[in-house]
């Protein structure tokens, strides 16, 4: 079962985008959220982490201040909001679910392979 990415696009440098990441297979209540992106030769890092259940984040230093999370538990689907966006924040990015009883007793970063139902991507492109 995949989670489900949308909301990539074209944006000049300084906008913003909104990434979504749902399922109608499996309430997300019980799990986080995993943001990550792969850019075209690079090796794929986290960018944000978000609880379903009490909306609690974390964001990598890379995006820490520009990226924002939220969630809509009548959707079941989580955003990411981008804003400030830079070149180098052109990749794939992709969401994942973690147990939320896995990692509540770990201090993130969390390990990748916690995370499964990683969705198809979704582009996001910005340009200078």
């Known amino acids: 079962v995949q989670l489900v990415e949308s909301g990539g696009g074209l944006v000049q440098a300084g906008g913003s985008l909104r990434l979504s990441c749902g399922t109608s297979?499996?309430?997300?209540?019980?799990?986080?959220i995993g943001w990550f992106r792969q850019a075209p030769g690079k090796e794929r890092e986290g960018v944000s982490y978000?609880?379903?259940?009490?909306?609690?984040?974390y964001h990598f230093d890379s995006v820490k201040g520009r990226f924002t999370a939220s969630s809509d538990n009548t959707k079941n689907t989580v955003y990411l909001h981008m804003n400030s966006l830079k070149p180098e924040d052109t990749a794939i990015y992709y969401c994942?679910?973690?147990?939320?009883?896995?990692?509540?007793?770990?201090?993130?970063?969390?390990?990748?392979?916690?995370?499964?139902?990683w969705g198809q991507g979704t582009q996001v492109t910005v340009s200078s």
């Open positions: 978000v609880s379903s259940r009490d909306g609690s984040q």
């Open positions: 297979e499996f309430s997300l209540l019980d799990y986080a």
């Open positions: 994942a679910a973690a147990k939320a009883a896995l990692i509540s007793t770990l201090i993130p970063p969390y390990p990748e392979d916690l995370f499964h139902n």
